[in-house]
C-alpha cells in the first residue's frame, strides 16, 4: 500500500472538513478576525495604493463580477474583486498578525465575499458555509507555518502572506467552491506556483500588493484546478516545492478528520489599534508609560531636556527605520513609533500622514534615538518584548517595559473594543445602519442563511458629510490607542 504523501492529507482535509467540525471558540475566534478585516478593508479604500490597484484593475471585464468595498460604482471579476479588496486590507498594515508570523484574514476573506456574490444565487452559501472555508484557509495557513522553525521568527526573506496566504485562499476557494479531492490536491500545487514576495517591498507601496495577490493568485488556483490543470501532487512534500521558501523545512502528514482540531483553538490571532507593524506596538506600549515621567498633566514634551532615548528590542531591520520618509516607513519604523507616542500620547490613523511625520519636533526626537538588541529579546511575535530608558540631560534616567500589549493574544481586545475598532474604520465610507448591520450580522454569522447579504451591506455608502459626522462622534467616546 502506498503511502499517502503530505499534499494528499492537506487535500483531504480541505475536502472533508464539514460545518459540524467547527468549534464554538473556532467560530467565534474567526468571526472578530471576519468583522475586523472588514473595517480595515473599508478604511484602506482610502489609501493611494487602493486607488492605484483598483484604477489598474478596471481594465478588466467579466460577464461575472463581484462588489469591491464600498465602491458601490466598481464591480471587477472575482479574482479582481478579491485582488483589490486584500490590497485595502493590508494598505496599512492595521489587519490580524498570527502566530507563527503571518496576516491570515487578508488572503482569505475577499476570496469567500467575491465568490458568495458571484456564484449563482442557488443553492444559498449560509453564514457556515463561509465560516468553515475561512477557517479551512486560516488553518492552512498554520499547518504550513508549522513545518519550518524559521517560520517561527519575524520573517527575513520571505512575506508570509504571500507564500502561506496563497495557498490559505486556494483551499478557502476549493472549500467554498465544492473540489474534489483530487482538484484540491491541483489547487495546492498550482498556487505554490503563485506564492512568494521578497522582504525588499516591505514599508513601501508594493508591500500591500502581497495580501492582494495571494487572494487573487489562490483563488485562480481553484478556477485553473476546476478546469483540470495539473501541478506536482507531492509539491508539499519537496523542497524543491513548498521546502523552497523555508530552511529546516519539515512536512508532515495531517491527522485525519477523526482527530482534527483546529490551531485557532489553541492560537488565537492579535488585533491591532493603530496602522502599523506589529513589532511597534510593543514600542507604543512602553512609551505611553514613559511618557508619564515625562509629561505633566497637559504640557507639552520637554524634548530639550532629553538627552538620549534607547530601544531595546529584536534585530528586524526592516522596522528599523531611523528617519521615515513617507508614511509606509513610518509603519515600518520603531523610532517613530516611539517618537510619536512620547509627543502626542496616542496613535491613531493620521499619525503617519506625512504633515505628521515631518514635524520638526519630530525629527528633533527621531534624532536621539537609538536600538540596542538584547541576545535574549528574540524576533518572536510570541516572546519579544521592549524595553526604553530615557536618559535627562539633568543626569536622570526612567526605563519602562512592555511584554505584552492590549491587543495581543495574550491580551485580547475586548469585543466592545474591536466593535469600535469597526466602527471608527468603516464609518468613513458605509452609511450608519450598514456598520450597525454588519456589526450585528457578524456578530451572529453562523446563524445566516445567505452570506451575500454581507456584499450587500458593504455597497451602502454614506453621504461624505453624515460619514465625517460619525466619525467625530465616533473619536468623541472612543479611544483605541493608549
Not at 449560509?126 to 479551512?136: C, E, I, P, R
Not at 492552512?140 to 508570509?160: C, M, N, T
Not at 503563485?194 to 525588499?200: K, T
Not at 534615538?369 to 518572536?380: A, S, T
Request: neutral net charge.
Amino acid at each position: 500500500m502506498m503511502l499517502q504523501s503530505v499534499t494528499e492529507s492537506f487535500a483531504k482535509v480541505i475536502h472533508g472538513l464539514k460545518v459540524g467540525h467547527l468549534t464554538d471558540r473556532v467560530i467565534q475566534r474567526s468571526k472578530r478576525m471576519v468583522l475586523d478585516a472588514l473595517g480595515v478593508g473599508l478604511l484602506g479604500t482610502s489609501t493611494e495604493v487602493f486607488h492605484k490597484t483598483s484604477g489598474y484593475s478596471k481594465i478588466y471585464s467579466s460577464n461575472v463580477s463581484s462588489t469591491v468595498w464600498g465602491q458601490p460604482e466598481l464591480r471587477l471579476p472575482p479574482t479582481y474583486a478579491a485582488f483589490v479588496n486584500g490590497v485595502a486590507i493590508h494598505s496599512m498594515d492595521f489587519d490580524d498578525t498570527w502566530h507563527p508570523a503571518t496576516h491570515p484574514s487578508g488572503a482569505v476573506l475577499p476570496v469567500l465575499m467575491a465568490l458568495s456574490e458571484a456564484l449563482p444565487p442557488s443553492p444559498k452559501y449560509s453564514g457556515l458555509d463561509l465560516l468553515l472555508a475561512f477557517n479551512v484557509g486560516i488553518e492552512v495557513q498554520g499547518r504550513l507555518l508549522r513545518f519550518s522553525k524559521e517560520a517561527y521568527d519575524i520573517p527575513k526573506r520571505f512575506h508570509p502572506p504571500s507564500v502561506v496566504g496563497t495557498l490559505g485562499s486556494a483551499a478557502a476557494a476549493s472549500k467554498f467552491l465544492g473540489l474534489s479531492v483530487t482538484e484540491c490536491q491541483e489547487a495546492l500545487a498550482i498556487a505554490v506556483s503563485h506564492a512568494g514576495a521578497p522582504m525588499a517591498n516591505a514599508a513601501t507601496q508594493t508591500k500591500p500588493l502581497h495580501v492582494g495577490n495571494a487572494a487573487r493568485h489562490g483563488l485562480e488556483a481553484a478556477f485553473l484546478a476546476m478546469l483540470g490543470l495539473q501541478g506536482n501532487k507531492r509539491v508539499l512534500d519537496l523542497e524543491t516545492g513548498f521546502g523552497a521558501f523555508y530552511t529546516n523545512y519539515s512536512p508532515k502528514v495531517l491527522p485525519d478528520l477523526d482527530s482534527h482540531t483546529w490551531l485557532l483553538e489553541k492560537q488565537d490571532v492579535a488585533f491591532k489599534r493603530f496602522p502599523a507593524h506589529l513589532a511597534t506596538h510593543w514600542v507604543a506600549d512602553t512609551a505611553a508609560s514613559m511618557r508619564r515621567h515625562l509629561v505633566t498633566d497637559k504640557s507639552p514634551l520637554p524634548i530639550d531636556r532629553i538627552e538620549r532615548i534607547v530601544l531595546r528590542i529584536p534585530d528586524v531591520q526592516y522596522v528599523n527605520r531611523p528617519f521615515p520618509k513617507s508614511e509606509h516607513e513610518a509603519r515600518h519604523s520603531f523610532q517613530y513609533v516611539a517618537c510619536a507616542m512620547l509627543l502626542d500620547g496616542v496613535i491613531t490613523v493620521p499619525a503617519f500622514h506625512k504633515r505628521q511625520i515631518n514635524r520638526p519636533q519630530v525629527r528633533e526626537l527621531l534624532g536621539k534615538v537609538e536600538l540596542e538588541h538584547p541576545r535574549d529579546n528574540l524576533p518572536n511575535f510570541n516572546t519579544l518584548y521592549c524595553e526604553m530608558s530615557v536618559a535627562l540631560k539633568d543626569g536622570s534616567i526612567f526605563t519602562e517595559r512592555s511584554d505584552t500589549f492590549y491587543g495581543h493574544w495574550r491580551k485580547p481586545l475586548s469585543q466592545k473594543d474591536l466593535q469600535e475598532k469597526f466602527r471608527t474604520n468603516s464609518c468613513r465610507t458605509l452609511s450608519c445602519h450598514a456598520v450597525e448591520r454588519l456589526i450585528e450580522i457578524v456578530e451572529n454569522l453562523e446563524d445566516l442563511e445567505d452570506c451575500s447579504v454581507l456584499t450587500t451591506l458593504l455597497k451602502e455608502t454614506s453621504p461624505p458629510k453624515i460619514a465625517s459626522n460619525y466619525l467625530a462622534f465616533n473619536n468623541s467616546i472612543i479611544n483605541l490607542s493608549y
